[in-house]
């Protein structure tokens, strides 16, 4: 038994702002697998919801004229690891939303909802970090765009104004254009897991698989929000896929990340596996493109 | 032969359907809902209460609190009742608490017509509190001057005991012996049975009646009657299926609070289910215990004295107390002879949640302590870990002089063979020695002890009720109790076997009802074939005795010239079929002349105890940059006696193997230190391990049969729970040269130990 007072349904984009106008103090509602936990555990008890579950139209994976692809923030987990288009072009998302909870978590729990709850240890959020994704929101000022990393605010707080909705994440062409990737989760078991941390690396390589025309690498649980490793993806621009550069580019994220001691896992622990994780999916991402890092001498 | 054969359960079908009835699915509709208010501070006295605002709130029926309830205390462990009262248990509880002595602890609790009312009542239940310090370890606890738990317990020792055997002092002085000196520890964890506590209650005929998911129904009667200073015949509790225990359920939990509330609203029906958070942060844990074991070893590897300081952490309140840690001091002096022993244990009270039964019952503890320091002796003197057991380990012939317990075959041997074979052990020991990289495979092992029942410590009994249908076929009735592990289908093997009768023959009264149910007492220390096996034994051979000395009236066969076979009387001399037990039955009942309802009820004391011994293996591939183990394979080899049901013998190992690979590798219930509160009380925090982390769970059995025991059977429902933890400890040493001496072996310990060690 949930303690809601009221539940809206939308019965459109422009319904669900209006419902959000009329009544402000209401929470927006998807698949429900956060806000339903919030309202059980007390935090939101007895709070209004508008519910957006009904729209389709923000369901499903498409591609637009100039190849960007459009996520409609309804999107679920699972229908996105399964989606032809995201296998194709950014099958690391795929792999990375394959890592959430368990099925019955990923059959209900959408894209939207994994950014929007600003959660810094989700496991979309650094994959679409490190891929530049853009966030589209609607609300009574109409339609804005903002890159993803823009969108987070802090912990647990995004980008999201007075009855505004997120209705799509879009990748451009640009980003996923000869590019592969390599998510690893590290958490402290293999199924219904929250990532202790986790880090995204995707790579572009030059023609001849030589040198690595452009390194992306977003972390979570690496800072208060998921993170890029800005500084480290400058530094390895250009760099020659030589022996030892992973652990130079292991070595060098620690200047990026900001890790804190908490209980889940100490600050030296997760600045340890930072290093070792971007170290491998680096490694991973490469061979995914076709490159391959010779042995060390 | 139907004991033996690997019959389907008999609540398969309807488990698997959704048609069987947990005590939620019995609550009528219309109840009232009662929920706990629970303490936000660790230890404190409550000052004041203000229930005004909860009691405004529309649907709330009655706020209780603290101030209300009966000032006497009670007990509420599942341990048979002592007329000894040096013997009994502690009473140390109220139902709702004054002195709040942990965080979580019990304070009020609101009544209301509905989930939400009652919830949000209790988040305006206003508490005034006088904080005092508290203490959550317990060599911290025992200190002088630390915060005071019970009144009646100085230094917050709940109880002492030791085990002195020899001289040690004497002993230790032998020239060339090798000292081994460690430390272990062991967290709290918890039994995460998939239903959690739950009980309704309601007053009918000037009774209270309680439906509880429970393992101990006989017991919980006697807990409830206590707690509520009513005579013992004034309650019934009543058991449906339960959705498993593991020992938390061996305990009385809210069921006296839930007898209580409906007492103080008019005996209306009161249904208390304790969300999840609760049975994490409320119900009971598995003991922490920490262990000081110094072991003097001559270089063949012969102990020759060994001494051992233990500390339980026992949280709160008494519940089983000192008995879980008793448990494993006595098995040490036991599982590897020596002759010099000092073994002192402490059972302290601290502020963190309450320590009870849970599978295993302290031996997962010791087994972990024991078992790795017996491969450090092995591994420092050079000898291979597999000959070293083989040489020290309790020798056939053994006897314990205090529960006469022996161990009548080779079972360590035989056992070891199965499990050394499976995973092809002393190949891959001697391969995975000194091996560099970052990925590392290893191969470890561990042997177990335990034993069967609680006898000669406390009551071994059980009874048994038959009775007999117009079609011959039986009800079958016991105080053992089915909590999931399939203790139902075994007992209806065991009445069709010496009755003579189908197995379709037997319908066995699942629930138990201690209005009608005899007196058994319960699912705990894997006693249930053993002590129930007795009892249907004994209660199946007179009723066949009875019914063939009645069947003489219509076949005019002296009795002892017949038998009854396949659900028919038949002549022994000739195996001609006389008549049908149905034919019996029926003629007899509605017999003009001389009729009889046949029924059969007897009560059996048990005055035995039985070892169950057995070895676990595992191999495990270790991520050292990573910090991670993963189990590749994992086998349990038991020596568990003539098996009833091998299929369901082998589920039932394979369950205890997934518990010990969650207490190995990732199981841990964390405490804030500064504030006390439990951080990890959720399944999404505390990382009970899911089959994605196991490995295929190998099964084998040596079937000895048990001299002593009804149907050769003797403990399984507890010891698989013992051996892997140990055994992946061993594993991860032979991997990569680092001994741990704690659980889980988490990433953060791994961590911790590889840098210490220069790996990372």
């Given at each position: 038994m949930?303690?809601?007072?009221?539940?809206?349904e939308?019965?459109?984009?422009?319904?669900a702002?209006?419902?959000?106008?009329?009544?402000?103090e209401?929470?927006?509602?998807a698949?429900?697998?956060?806000?339903?936990i919030?309202?059980r555990?007390?935090?939101?008890?007895?709070?209004?919801?508008?519910?957006?579950?009904?729209?389709?139209?923000?369901?499903?994976?498409?591609?637009?004229?100039?190849?960007?692809?459009?996520?409609?923030?309804?999107?679920?987990?699972?229908?996105?690891?399964?989606?032809?288009l995201?296998?194709?072009?950014i099958?690391?998302?795929?792999?990375?939303?394959d890592?959430?909870?368990?099925?019955?978590?990923?059959?209900i729990?959408?894209i939207?909802?994994?950014?929007?709850?600003?959660?810094?240890?989700a496991?979309?959020?650094?994959?679409l970090?490190?891929?530049?994704a853009?966030?589209?929101?609607?609300?009574?000022?109409?339609?804005?765009?903002l890159?993803?990393?823009?969108?987070?605010?802090?912990p647990?707080k995004?980008d999201?104004?007075?009855a505004?909705?997120?209705?799509?994440l879009?990748?451009?062409?640009?980003?996923?254009?000869?590019?592969?990737?390599?998510?690893?989760?590290?958490?402290?078991?293999?199924?219904?897991?929250?990532?202790?941390t986790?880090?995204?690396?995707?790579v572009?390589?030059?023609?001849?698989?030589?040198t690595?025309?452009?390194?992306?690498?977003?972390?979570?649980?690496a800072?208060?929000?998921?993170?890029?490793?800005?500084?480290?993806?400058?530094?390895?621009?250009?760099?020659?896929?030589?022996?030892?550069?992973?652990?130079?580019i292991?070595?060098?994220?620690?200047?990026?990340?900001?890790?804190?001691?908490?209980w889940?896992?100490?600050k030296?622990?997760r600045?340890?596996?930072?290093?070792?994780?971007?170290?491998?999916a680096?490694?991973?991402?490469?061979?995914?493109?076709?490159?391959?890092?010779?042995?060390?001498? | 032969?139907?004991v033996?054969?690997?019959?389907p359960?008999?609540?398969?079908?309807?488990?698997?359907?959704?048609?069987?009835?947990?005590?939620?699915d019995l609550?009528?509709?219309?109840?009232?809902?009662?929920?706990?208010?629970?303490?936000t501070?660790?230890?404190?006295l409550?000052?004041?209460?203000?229930?005004?605002a909860?009691?405004?709130?529309?649907?709330v029926?009655?706020?209780?609190?603290?101030?209300d309830?009966?000032?006497?205390?009670?007990?509420t462990?599942?341990?048979?009742?002592s007329?000894?009262?040096?013997?009994?248990?502690?009473?140390?509880?109220?139902?709702?608490?004054?002195?709040?002595?942990?965080y979580?602890?019990?304070?009020?609790a609101v009544?209301a017509?509905?989930?939400?009312?009652?919830?949000?009542?209790?988040?305006a239940?206003?508490?005034?509190?006088?904080?005092?310090?508290?203490?959550?370890?317990?060599?911290?606890?025992i200190?002088?001057?630390?915060?005071?738990?019970?009144?009646?317990?100085p230094n917050?020792?709940?109880?002492?005991?030791?085990?002195?055997?020899?001289?040690?002092?004497?002993?230790?002085?032998?020239?060339?012996?090798?000292?081994?000196?460690?430390?272990?520890?062991?967290?709290?964890v918890?039994?995460?049975?998939?239903?959690n506590?739950?009980?309704?209650?309601?007053?009918e005929?000037?009774?209270?009646?309680?439906?509880?998911?429970?393992?101990?129904?006989?017991?919980t009667?006697?807990?409830?009657?206590?707690?509520?200073?009513?005579?013992?015949?004034?309650?019934?509790i009543?058991?449906?299926?339960v959705g498993?225990?593991f020992?938390?359920?061996?305990?009385?939990?809210?069921?006296?609070l839930?007898?209580?509330l409906t007492?103080?609203?008019?005996?209306?029906?009161?249904?208390?289910?304790c969300?999840r958070?609760?049975?994490f942060?409320?119900?009971?844990?598995?003991?922490?215990i920490?262990?000081?074991?110094i072991?003097?070893?001559r270089?063949?590897?012969t102990?020759?004295?060994?001494?051992?300081?233990?500390?339980?952490?026992?949280?709160?309140?008494?519940?089983?107390?000192?008995s879980?840690?008793?448990?494993g001091?006595?098995?040490?002096?036991?599982?590897?002879?020596?002759?010099n022993?000092?073994?002192?244990?402490?059972?302290?009270f601290?502020?963190?949640?309450v320590g009870?039964?849970m599978?295993?019952?302290g031996?997962?503890?010791?087994?972990?302590?024991?078992e790795s320091?017996?491969?450090?002796?092995?591994?420092?003197?050079?000898?291979d870990p597999?000959?070293?057991?083989?040489?020290?380990?309790?020798?056939?012939?053994?006897?314990?002089?205090f529960?006469?317990?022996?161990?009548?075959?080779d079972?360590?041997?035989?056992?070891?063979?199965?499990?050394?074979?499976?995973?092809?052990?002393?190949?891959?020991?001697k391969?995975?020695?000194?091996?560099t990289?970052?990925?590392?495979?290893?191969?470890?092992?561990?042997?177990?002890?335990?034993?069967?029942?609680?006898?000669?410590?406390?009551?071994?009994t059980?009874?048994c009720?038959?009775?007999?249908?117009?079609?011959?076929?039986?009800?079958?009735?016991v105080?053992e109790?089915?909590?999931?592990?399939?203790?139902d289908?075994?007992?209806?093997?065991?009445?069709?076997?010496?009755l003579?009768?189908?197995?379709?023959?037997?319908h066995?009264?699942?629930?138990?009802d201690?209005?009608?149910?005899p007196?058994?007492?319960?699912?705990?220390a894997?006693?249930?074939?053993?002590a129930?096996?007795?009892?249907?034994?004994?209660?199946?051979?007179?009723?066949?005795?009875?019914?063939?000395?009645?069947?003489?009236r219509y076949?005019?066969m002296q009795p002892?010239?017949?038998?009854?076979?396949?659900?028919?009387?038949?002549?022994?001399?000739?195996?001609?079929?006389?008549?049908?037990?149905?034919?019996?039955?029926?003629?007899?009942?509605?017999?003009m002349?001389q009729?009889?309802?046949?029924?059969?009820?007897?009560?059996?004391?048990?005055?035995?105890?039985?070892?169950?011994?057995?070895?676990?293996?595992?191999e495990?591939?270790?991520?050292?940059?990573?910090?991670?183990?993963?189990?590749?394979k994992a086998?349990?080899?038991?020596?568990?006696?003539?098996?009833?049901?091998?299929?369901?013998?082998?589920?039932?190992?394979?369950?205890?193997?997934?518990?010990?690979i969650?207490?190995?590798?990732?199981?841990?219930?964390?405490?804030?230190?500064?504030?006390?509160k439990?951080?990890?009380?959720n399944l999404?925090?505390?990382?009970?391990?899911?089959?994605?982390?196991h490995?295929?769970l190998e099964?084998?059995?040596?079937?000895?049969?048990?001299?002593?025991?009804?149907?050769?059977?003797?403990a399984l429902?507890?010891?698989?729970?013992?051996p892997l933890?140990?055994?992946?400890?061993?594993?991860?040493?032979?991997?990569?040269?680092?001994?741990?001496?704690?659980?889980p072996?988490?990433?953060h310990l791994?961590?911790?130990?590889?840098?210490?060690?220069?790996?990372i």
């Amino acid at each position: 038994m949930y303690d809601i007072k009221a539940l809206y349904e939308a019965k459109s984009v422009e319904n669900a702002i209006e419902l959000m106008k009329e009544h402000p103090e209401a929470k927006i509602i998807a698949g429900g697998s956060d806000v339903l936990i919030k309202i059980r555990e007390g935090k939101m008890a007895g709070c209004e919801l508008v519910s957006i579950y009904g729209l389709d139209e923000l369901r499903g994976v498409s591609m637009a004229e100039d190849g960007t692809l459009r996520i409609g923030s309804l999107t679920s987990f699972s229908h996105i690891t399964k989606d032809p288009l995201i296998k194709k072009y950014i099958g690391v998302l795929g792999e990375a939303v394959d890592m959430v909870g368990g099925p019955q978590i990923r059959a209900i729990g959408t894209i939207g909802g994994n950014t929007c709850n600003g959660v810094t240890s989700a496991d979309s959020a650094s994959t679409l970090l490190a891929w530049d994704a853009i966030v589209e929101l609607n609300g009574p000022e109409g339609v804005r765009t903002l890159p993803l990393e823009e969108f987070y605010l802090g912990p647990g707080k995004v980008d999201l104004k007075s009855a505004e909705l997120q209705t799509a994440l879009l990748i451009p062409k640009e980003s996923y254009e000869n590019c592969a990737g390599f998510y690893i989760k590290y958490g402290m078991r293999n199924a219904m897991e929250i990532a202790t941390t986790g880090c995204s690396v995707n790579v572009r390589l030059s023609s001849d698989k030589k040198t690595l025309e452009r390194l992306r690498i977003g972390f979570g649980v690496a800072g208060p929000v998921p993170r890029r490793a800005r500084k480290t993806e400058e530094e390895f621009k250009g760099a020659s896929l030589e022996a030892g550069l992973p652990e130079k580019i292991g070595d060098a994220v620690l200047k990026d990340v900001e890790p804190r001691d908490s209980w889940r896992a100490s600050k030296d622990m997760r600045l340890h596996l930072c290093s070792t994780m971007t170290e491998r999916a680096f490694i991973e991402a490469v061979s995914r493109c076709g490159g391959e890092i010779p042995e060390k001498a | 032969m139907i004991v033996g054969k690997s019959i389907p359960r008999i609540d398969a079908a309807d488990k698997a359907t959704g048609r069987t009835k947990y005590t939620d699915d019995l609550c009528a509709k219309g109840a009232l809902v009662a929920k706990i208010c629970h303490s936000t501070v660790t230890h404190a006295l409550v000052k004041s209460i203000d229930t005004s605002a909860a009691e405004a709130i529309p649907g709330v029926v009655k706020v209780v609190t603290c101030f209300d309830v009966p000032e006497h205390m009670f007990p509420t462990a599942g341990h048979p009742w002592s007329t000894d009262p040096s013997h009994q248990d502690i009473c140390d509880r109220h139902l709702l608490e004054k002195h709040v002595r942990y965080y979580g602890d019990d304070v009020a609790a609101v009544i209301a017509e509905d989930e939400i009312a009652a919830s949000r009542a209790v988040r305006a239940i206003k508490i005034e509190y006088e904080e005092l310090p508290f203490v959550l370890d317990p060599e911290e606890a025992i200190k002088d001057g630390a915060p005071l738990l019970h009144e009646t317990f100085p230094n917050n020792i709940l109880k002492h005991t030791e085990i002195k055997k020899g001289n040690l002092e004497e002993a230790v002085k032998e020239p060339g012996l090798i000292k081994f000196d460690d430390w272990f520890e062991t967290p709290t964890v918890q039994h995460c049975h998939i239903e959690n506590a739950i009980c309704f209650a309601w007053e009918e005929g000037g009774r209270i009646h309680v439906t509880s998911s429970t393992q101990i129904p006989h017991i919980t009667r006697r807990c409830v009657a206590q707690a509520l200073g009513v005579d013992w015949g004034l309650v019934r509790i009543v058991k449906p299926f339960v959705g498993g225990g593991f020992g938390d359920k061996q305990d009385a939990l809210y069921e006296p609070l839930c007898a209580f509330l409906t007492t103080r609203v008019g005996g209306r029906l009161v249904k208390l289910e304790c969300q999840r958070e609760e049975t994490f942060a409320n119900c009971r844990v598995r003991h922490a215990i920490r262990y000081h074991i110094i072991s003097w070893v001559r270089k063949d590897g012969t102990l020759v004295a060994r001494k051992v300081d233990c500390w339980s952490n026992q949280g709160a309140y008494a519940s089983h107390g000192h008995s879980i840690i008793a448990k494993g001091m006595g098995s040490i002096p036991q599982l590897y002879p020596c002759e010099n022993v000092e073994i002192n244990g402490w059972t302290v009270f601290t502020n963190i949640q309450v320590g009870g039964a849970m599978r295993g019952y302290g031996m997962p503890q010791v087994t972990f302590a024991v078992e790795s320091q017996t491969e450090d002796i092995a591994r420092k003197l050079g000898i291979d870990p597999l000959s070293y057991r083989r040489k020290h380990v309790m020798p056939k012939g053994f006897v314990d002089g205090f529960s006469k317990n022996e161990l009548y075959y080779d079972s360590f041997n035989e056992t070891l063979d199965l499990g050394a074979q499976y995973i092809d052990f002393e190949r891959k020991f001697k391969e995975y020695q000194n091996q560099t990289g970052d990925i590392r495979r290893g191969v470890g092992m561990s042997v177990f002890w335990y034993n069967t029942g609680v006898w000669p410590i406390s009551l071994e009994t059980s009874a048994c009720r038959m009775v007999m249908n117009q079609d011959g076929s039986i009800q079958l009735q016991v105080g053992e109790t089915e909590i999931g592990q399939g203790a139902d289908t075994a007992f209806s093997q065991m009445a069709a076997e010496t009755l003579g009768i189908p197995f379709e023959m037997v319908h066995i009264v699942s629930n138990q009802d201690t209005d009608v149910t005899p007196y058994g007492t319960g699912a705990y220390a894997s006693r249930q074939t053993y002590a129930a096996g007795m009892a249907i034994r004994g209660c199946a051979e007179e009723f066949k005795k009875h019914i063939l000395d009645v069947a003489y009236r219509y076949t005019r066969m002296q009795p002892y010239l017949m038998d009854i076979a396949d659900g028919n009387i038949v002549r022994t001399t000739d195996g001609r079929v006389l008549m049908s037990l149905g034919d019996l039955s029926l003629r007899l009942l509605y017999d003009m002349e001389q009729n009889e309802h046949l029924t059969m009820e007897k009560s059996t004391q048990i005055k035995s105890n039985a070892y169950s011994f057995g070895c676990g293996f595992a191999e495990v591939e270790v991520d050292i940059p990573m910090c991670t183990v993963k189990v590749l394979k994992a086998i349990n080899v038991h020596d568990a006696g003539t098996l009833v049901n091998p299929a369901l013998a082998r589920a039932q190992v394979q369950g205890g193997m997934s518990m010990a690979i969650g207490y190995a590798l990732s199981e841990k219930m964390l405490y804030d230190p500064k504030t006390g509160k439990l951080l990890n009380g959720n399944l999404l925090d505390y990382k009970l391990s899911t089959f994605m982390d196991h490995p295929e769970l190998e099964v084998k059995f040596v079937e000895n049969p048990e001299p002593t025991s009804a149907y050769g059977t003797k403990a399984l429902g507890e010891p698989p729970a013992l051996p892997l933890a140990p055994a992946i400890r061993n594993a991860i040493l032979n991997a990569t040269g680092v001994p741990l001496y704690e659980l889980p072996m988490r990433p953060h310990l791994l961590f911790k130990r590889f840098s210490e060690e220069g790996l990372i």
